[in-house]
């Protein structure tokens, strides 16, 4: 295992305050509807929106100064966070996104600053492609790189300080799900911990089961912050390490989770951010964690 317990510790006391000890707690509401103890972790309220800034933090933090950080984006939260932590911390940002990027998470990332090129085709090979022309470039991979999964992994930090039974995580590249992990299984060994991935981008939760990196073709995607269509073999191999059980949600229950998280929390979130409690009902325990882990939804 190339994730450290000790060093999610140090994340959870070095990244920005603003991503830290954000809100989790009972929604009596939202427990009534779904028949069980819920405990929610509301990601959403910070710059960016989303969870994301956790890892891009901790790992930005590490890169020498002059530094061009290159990244990819499917779903646009990570590259925001890249975007944001890197004019925070001094750096230049490029980010590589598909051409049919959601225009809320365009104009985003455009926002902080970084400078976003659009691909026709393989938005990650332009990325590498691109870093690889010059040294100063350095590519950052949300699914590979373990500061990202290990700055993640402060939110199993803060939900083990509450009582639940099993956590339930949204499985997109495998970074916030193996970090969550990672701390739970040392720390928190009763804990079952469970991934979430959309039925039409089920990638990574097949090669969870298969024991080998499985790709599946993906266009566009109701749920992209969680569509992948070829899973890092690292990413593998830490699931298959840590990760109890998988399970798989359609979009009608996703949409009927962001409808059910508007009417009782208040929180408008976007598909893939609202993965968790879809899968809820797929889940038997008496006592369940999830994270609400993107807001930044297009209402059309």
């Known amino acids: 295992m190339d994730l450290d317990v000790d060093r999610i510790a140090r994340a959870a006391t070095e990244i920005d305050p603003l991503f830290r000890n954000t809100p989790q707690y009972v929604d009596d509401q939202l427990s009534a509807r779904l028949g069980k103890r819920v405990l929610t972790k509301v990601e959403t309220l910070n710059p960016l929106r989303s969870f994301k800034g956790r890892g891009a933090d901790f790992a930005i933090a590490a890169l020498p100064s002059g530094s061009t950080v290159v990244c990819s984006s499917t779903g646009g939260n990570f590259g925001q966070a890249v975007g944001y932590v890197a004019r925070r911390r001094g750096l230049r940002a490029e980010v590589f996104v598909p051409a049919a990027t959601s225009p809320v998470k365009l104009a985003r990332m455009t926002a902080?600053?970084?400078v976003v090129h659009r691909v026709d085709g393989d938005a990650k090979a332009a990325a590498v492609t691109y870093a690889a022309d010059?040294?100063?470039?350095?590519?950052?991979?949300?699914?590979?790189?373990?500061?990202?999964a290990e700055g993640a992994g402060t939110v199993g930090v803060e939900l083990a300080a509450e009582s639940f039974d099993t956590v339930v995580v949204q499985v997109g590249d495998g970074a916030l799900i193996s970090g969550i992990a990672c701390w739970l299984k040392e720390k928190r060994p009763d804990v079952r911990v469970v991934g979430v991935a959309a039925a039409a981008a089920p990638a990574l939760v097949e090669s969870w089961r298969r024991g080998e990196v499985v790709a599946v073709p993906q266009e566009n995607a109701f749920a992209a912050g969680i569509t992948?269509?070829?899973?890092?073999?690292?990413?593998?191999?830490?699931?298959?390490?840590?990760?109890?059980?998988?399970?798989?949600?359609?979009?009608?229950?996703?949409?009927?989770?962001?409808?059910?998280a508007a009417e009782t929390l208040g929180v408008l979130l976007e598909p893939a951010g609202a993965a968790g409690l879809a899968a809820l009902s797929h889940v038997d325990a008496g006592s369940v964690a999830t994270v609400l882990t993107g807001a930044n939804a297009d209402v059309r």
């Open 112 to 114: 902080t600053g970084a």
């Open 134 to 148: 010059d040294p100063s470039r350095l590519y950052l991979s949300d699914g590979v790189d373990p500061a990202i």
């Open 228 to 260: 992948i269509s070829r899973p890092e073999p690292v990413a593998v191999t830490r699931l298959r390490a840590l990760v109890d059980d998988m399970v798989l949600v359609t979009d009608d229950e996703l949409r009927a989770a962001m409808a059910l």
